[in-house]
């Protein structure tokens, strides 16, 4: 079955320095990536997505290439707030009305 | 735009009661509803696919008795647990989906189900 493999955290960085959070996939056919953020009590939402191979999502300074050659959807950002800390979910969808397959997420803090 | 609700947002109840988890799509229409479970420090598993109007599609190992999920219009689902256990405690998590599609879900705060 379709499956989602993300860096496991916490990842913890100083303000301004550069983000990335790895995400492979592993998926028949063709699906949507998406990266999801959640908020320390709050649901989650949907940061960036990508439906098709080579798509760049980006958001809010954040960046992730559907690279189909790797199964990869890694996300980036080149100078990360503090507002940034939260839990990132990696997600794949096979397509139309079906449910979202995750990643674990990744807890991100950023250190003023 | 694409607010989703969810009610109540802690429920305690004790062992063997019922639980109704309410889900709204406060300012579109979703054809179609899905529910999540959240272990501590885990991912998010997929329940079941609730269409408008159609029974719900459960997931290998979601046993369809035991989580009731009734989408009987197109900006509200609900999951009944019934018989709740101790095992059953969990977040529970519901998105929805535009009518449009494209993939895009949009999710609820999520409710926190404590059975005693």
């Known amino acids: 079955g379709d499956s989602v493999t993300q860096m496991e955290g916490p990842v913890t960085l100083s303000e301004e320095a550069f983000l990335t959070i790895n995400c492979t996939y592993t998926?028949?056919?063709?699906?949507?990536l998406f990266w999801y953020v959640q908020y320390p009590g709050e649901g989650l939402q949907l940061l960036l997505k990508?439906?098709?191979?080579?798509d760049k999502g980006s958001n809010k300074g954040f960046e992730a290439t559907y690279r189909k050659e790797t199964t990869s959807f890694h996300l980036e950002k080149g100078s990360v707030q503090v507002s940034d800390s939260a839990v990132y979910f990696c997600?794949?969808?096979?397509?139309?009305?079906?449910?979202?397959?995750f990643g674990k997420g990744t807890h991100l803090i950023i250190q003023p | 735009g694409a607010v989703v609700s969810q009610h109540p947002s802690r429920v305690i109840c004790k062992s063997g009661t019922s639980v109704k988890i309410e889900c709204r799509s406060l300012d579109f229409q979703a054809t179609t509803m899905f529910w999540y479970r959240q272990f501590p420090k885990q991912s998010l598993m997929l329940m079941a696919t609730?269409?408008?109007?159609?029974?719900?599609?459960?997931e290998q190992g979601v046993e369809k008795d035991k989580f009731l999920i009734n989408h009987a219009s197109l900006t509200l689902s609900t999951l009944t647990v019934t018989s709740a256990h101790p095992e059953d405690s969990s977040f529970y998590i519901c998105s929805a989906q535009t009518s449009g599609g494209a993939d895009t879900q949009y999710f609820g705060p999520g409710t926190r189900l404590t059975v005693l």
């Open positions: 997600a794949l969808s096979a397509g139309g009305a079906d449910g979202l397959t």
């Open positions: 990508a439906t098709k191979a080579d």
């Open positions: 609730s269409n408008e109007g159609s029974k719900a599609t459960y």
């Open positions: 998926a028949t056919g063709y699906p949507s």
